[in-house]
């Protein structure tokens, strides 16, 4: 399967996780991908791996809490390949710190800023290219934002993503760009690292008797990002396991 041939990608969170599972999964289907992270050896590293698979990607310096940052990496993915068709704003994870505690306001705020205002600097830096390519953008939300699992100050922030793309989808829609989430619950990447006991646990709660994998997500990433998608927008893809119909399942582990 090859959707993405002759269009281009802009990857967030690219070096690790569920970013560098999807920037392999675009390039493996022809896209030229601009790999984005603030961990420049990662995302160098993620991009060794396209070239050497016989794809085409560049590294790029990106902060995404960091408007000049953002712009600059959307415009050197431009400059590089000559368009943006798609966009999948990967980074935004759980910034964590609070250890049960009551979070305060500057956590409130650093989360958002983050999580949420992250997403809309992408897409503000984006937005152009993508109408001229009538494309996509597909953002990482979380089960997070539907069921209480995480911080609030995260699962707030990435359930302000859900009604962001609702209101994109009907805006821009008319000029032929869609606007997706998906919503994955556990899945084992970095940020499990030294916590792989919990993951193990963690498999019960799930109908389909395992956690996540980063190309579980980078696979509806891809869905949503792809003309597969091509009449689908505004919506929240749950990549969950079964987590929330669960209910049935979890009693009978009772
Ligand atoms: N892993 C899960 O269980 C899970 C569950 C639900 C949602 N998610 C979401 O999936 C996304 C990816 O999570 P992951 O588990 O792959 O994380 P990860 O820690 O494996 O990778 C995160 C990547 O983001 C990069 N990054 C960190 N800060 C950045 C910034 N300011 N700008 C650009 N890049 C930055 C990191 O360097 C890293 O490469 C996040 O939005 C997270 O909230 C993850």
């Not at 958002?112 to 992250?118: K, L, M, N, R, S």
């Not at 984006?126 to 997070?144: Q, T, W």
Request: hydrophobic share 45%; charged share 20%.
């Amino acid at each position: 399967m090859r959707r993405f041939e002759d269009k281009v990608a802009f990857v967030t969170g690219a070096a690790h996780g569920i970013g560098r599972a999807t920037v392999l999964r675009l390039a493996a289907e022809g896209a030229a991908v601009g790999a984005g992270d603030v961990d420049a050896g990662g995302a160098a590293s993620v991009v060794t791996e396209v070239v050497q698979a016989g794809g085409s990607a560049v590294a790029l310096d990106c902060d995404i809490t960091d408007t000049g940052s953002v712009e600059a990496a959307v415009a050197a993915t431009v400059a590089q390949y000559g368009r943006l068709d798609v966009l999948a704003n990967v980074a935004g994870h759980n910034l964590g710190g609070l250890e049960g505690a009551e979070p305060t306001e500057e956590q409130w705020g650093r989360q958002y800023d983050f999580t949420f205002t992250g997403a809309v600097r992408c897409i503000r830096a984006s937005l152009p290219h993508l109408v001229e390519s009538r494309g996509s953008a597909v953002l990482v939300g979380s089960i997070s934002a539907e069921i209480a699992l995480g911080t609030p100050p995260y699962a707030a922030a990435k359930a302000a993503l859900a009604n962001l793309v609702r209101n994109l989808a009907s805006d821009h829609g008319p000029k032929g760009v869609r606007f997706n989430v998906v919503a994955p619950a556990t899945v084992a990447t970095d940020r499990f690292i030294g916590n792989e006991a919990l993951l193990e646990e963690l498999k019960v709660i799930y109908p389909l008797g395992r956690v996540g994998k980063a190309e579980d997500v980078a696979a509806a990433i891809a869905f949503l990002a792809s003309d597969d998608a091509s009449w689908i927008t505004g919506i929240t893809l749950p990549v969950e396991g079964g987590l929330t119909s669960a209910t049935g399942h979890l009693l009978n582990l009772l």
